[in-house]
């Protein structure tokens, strides 16, 4: 084994380099360390874990997928259902299993994550970018890192790619698999209530924010956060969530924008379904690989269970064995990122058709998003939707025999 010496600190030579200790990183880390693989994670913040550019909530449906649980001190809030706030007109509670979540500190969460890969095997370096990569014909033959302010050279035999939804890996490979119009792009405040908020996530669907949406995510009965994702609205993020915020009938019924504890700020790619990219000996995974439930960019989950198949199979390659990355995902993830890659589309299609107002697109939208409708027969609902929302959502709850309640905003 060789080592990198510097003045700064040591790094040991590899099998896979993972870059990015988000979700994805640290479940690549661990399953490649748990392969046996010689494993090295590094990322190029100080501390793992902040900033948090994030919503917080994650599905508890994904977490039993994962087999992971999630620790009791991460757990700041647990929600039953999800609401629908569509229009402004109708509200729907939504308790179906997909759509029931706990919020977390990802502060803690994320380094809890990395602390797994750690007790696993795999070493960890924070504050450790990776800075540019030589190639070697279509693999990458060796990795320039900045390492704790000085430069160090590996030469891992297989790398993941878990750097976020700006990858320098996508970029240094030319790879980039999804472009900015599916980016979606998120602010929110971590604010304190004026009066007790409602323990469950809240979805605003709506015109004057069109295709993207906004959320309440509860931290606790009186801290949430409270932001918006924005697809092809070009305006400053942080006055649109203040504008957003300070004139929302609900919303500012509980939030002034004058108890901001964090401002969160990220993107959230949302291309749909790429499956799980390879080039070369990188694998790509998490926000680098487009790989969240598009049709609300919830990521944390799927990165993770993405990350740790790639991280299994980058061990498998670093071990001269192949890997069948692509295959395993397809097998463990295909159906949740298909589904939401589907939905994703039919909203597009909603928001972007001439023949629907920002009414009847908010209140479709609601009916796709809860799968009251099938997006191929959404069109027949549209006069009932149109006329009486209150009774067609009704109708259309009671022949779903979804667990489901509909009322009036
Ligand atoms: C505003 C907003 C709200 C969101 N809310 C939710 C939510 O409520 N629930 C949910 O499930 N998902 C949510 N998401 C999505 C979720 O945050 C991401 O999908 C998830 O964090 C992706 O995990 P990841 O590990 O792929 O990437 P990241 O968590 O982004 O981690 C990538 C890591 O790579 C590191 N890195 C980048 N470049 C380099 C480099 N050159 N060298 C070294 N390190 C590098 C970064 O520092 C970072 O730590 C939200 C996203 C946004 C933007």
């Keep these: 084994m060789t080592l990198a010496r510097n003045g700064a600190g040591e790094m040991k030579e590899c099998d896979v380099l993972v870059v990015g200790a988000g979700p994805a990183g ?26 948090v550019q994030c919503g917080e909530v994650i599905g508890t449906d994904l977490v039993k997928r994962s087999g992971m649980r999630i620790p009791e001190n ?47 095997g795999a070493a960890i370096q924070a504050d450790t970018k990776l800075l540019s990569v030589k190639m070697d014909g279509d693999s990458v033959k060796s990795c320039l890192l900045s390492h704790q302010g000085d430069e160090v050279e590996l030469s891992p035999k297989a790398i993941v790619a878990a750097d976020g939804v700006h990858s320098t890996l996508s970029k240094e490979l030319k790879a980039e698999f999804f472009s900015t119009r599916d980016v979606a792009r998120g602010v929110e405040f971590e604010l304190v209530a004026k009066r007790d908020i409602p323990q469950c996530m809240q979805i605003f669907i709506e015109p004057e924010i069109g295709l993207g949406y906004g959320w309440i995510i509860p931290k606790g009965k009186r801290r949430a956060n409270v932001g ?143 799968e009251l409708v099938s997006p191929d027969d959404m069109m027949h609902s549209l006069s009932a939707l149109e006329k009486d929302p209150l009774n067609a959502f009704k109708g259309l709850i009671k022949h779903s025999g979804r667990s489901m309640k509909v009322k009036r905003c």
């Design 228 to 370: 918006v994702g924005l697809v092809g609205v070009n305006a400053s993020r942080r006055s649109f969530l203040e504008d957003w915020i300070t004139g929302h009938p609900v919303v500012s019924r509980y939030f002034d924008v004058d108890k901001v504890l964090e401002v969160k700020m990220g993107d959230a790619p949302v291309p749909g379904f790429l499956g799980g990219p390879v080039r070369g000996n990188v694998l790509f995974c998490g926000d680098a690989a487009g790989q969240t439930l598009a049709f609300v960019g919830e990521g944390i989950m799927p990165s993770y269970i993405c990350g740790s198949l790639a991280g299994k199979h980058a061990a498998l390659l670093s071990q001269g064995k192949g890997q069948r990355y692509e295959e395993d995902l397809v097998d463990n993830m295909a159906d949740q990122l298909m589904m939401g890659a589907l939905l994703r589309d039919t909203l597009v299609e909603l928001w972007s058709s001439d023949d629907l107002d920002g009414r009847m697109r908010s209140l479709l939208s609601g009916a796709v998003m809860n």
């Design 74 to 120: 991460a757990i700041v809030s647990r929600q039953g259902f999800t609401r629908f706030v569509l229009g402004r007109e109708v509200t729907i509670d939504n308790s179906e299993p997909y759509w029931r979540g706990v919020t977390v500190e990802r502060k803690i969460f994320d380094k809890y994550l990395a602390f797994r890969a750690g007790f696993a």
């Design 26 to 51: 640290s479940g690549a880390a661990r399953a490649s360390a748990l392969a046996g693989a010689r494993t090295l994670m590094v990322d190029k913040k100080k501390e793992i874990g902040t900033p």
